[in-house]
């Protein structure tokens, strides 16, 4: 396994053996399959049913009611579900029989970072109601062990089709950042938070990209906060992590200079992302930055179909507040909660944040080519 583990991005995550890469490799080119030849499909189809029905009801209620006439919309559907189940199904398998080795390589001598777990930590409801993405046991799922991290970690790569970093899945997190050498060029922050960290793979990008800060990263998930702390110990960054909510955490006001989270509204709720724009604001110090990037599909819900895609995406992939993230007013948001020079717009995708591209604008550049971002100053 060593050879093979050397050849990878980093030492931790679960290494496949042949037949598991093999339908691991399936169930990619089944979604990849889902999403680029059948869905497009199903917004012909809705685009016509629009056009049929021009000046009646026009909701998306009134659209799924006439879409579910078609044979090929119900298939699309159990076709959307089925294959993210398979996903997770897959990768448990594999991780589950690597259980033993990978706990061995959590297992950090002189740690360059910190990990702090809270037995008595209150999951919030918005996490608990579902398992989100469908993953079994959901985000914040604890047996004390490393594996709903290490699950987290492989299928994300699975999930994302590779578009997100590869094995890093980091695409994001460089995008962040790359955000804040574009707009804040000056900053030189000496603390960093990463609000929502999951298991650090925006979190590493923000150590590497500014070496001389420390860094935190927050989640609900001690399992993946166990995960996120040695998969940053083996990618040679020190990382302070710790178990509380986004919404209320414990951290002292002015705390920090740059505050950041990425893709995370999405998964809480309409008054929890009120409570984490304001939390953000809350923990920065005077002219410190706050910078939180969501996927780039905003929308005004003026089209039925593309706010039937939501639901159905709130729906069949368990994300609590896809619709409320996707048509939120942030630079309201972000006044209200005090910061000034609010700008909200789309910063295009860097792999490496200090390379750039350094492009932000009102202009999405298209999926995975730019993500949402909405910035300010406390």
Known sequence: MSERRAQLDHPLIAVPSHDELAEQLFVRDLKLYVMTRIEPVQARIAAAE???????????????????QHESFSTWLSLKRESQRQLWSSVAASVERQAGDL????AIEAPLGSVRTDPDFAVPDYIRRGDIHLMPGGNA????????GAMMDRGGAVYMLGRNGGMLNDLRGQTA??????????????RILDMGC???????PAATCFPDAEVHGIDVGASMLRYAHARA???????HFSQQSAEKTD???GSFDLVFSCVMFHETSQAATMAIIAESRRLLRPGGVAVHLEVPLLHDNSDAWVELSGELEAQYNNEPNWRGALSADYRSLFEAAGFSSVETGYQATSPAARSGPFRYGPESEGVFRSWFVASGVA
Do not use: C, W, Y
């Open 198 to 204: 999951g298991i650090g793979t925006s979190t590493v």
């Open 233 to 239: 110990e083996h990618l040679g960054a020190g990382v």
């Open 141 to 148: 799922h604890d047996d004390g062990s490393i594996l709903q």
């Open 251 to 253: 951290f002292a006001d």
């Open 50 to 68: 629009q056009k049929a029905s021009a000046g009646a009801n026009n909701t998306a209620a009134a659209l799924r009611e006439r879409m579910g």
């Open 103 to 106: 706990e061995d390589l959590a």
């Open 177 to 190: 950042m790359a955000h804040v050498l574009t707009r804040f060029p000056d900053l030189n922050p000496a």
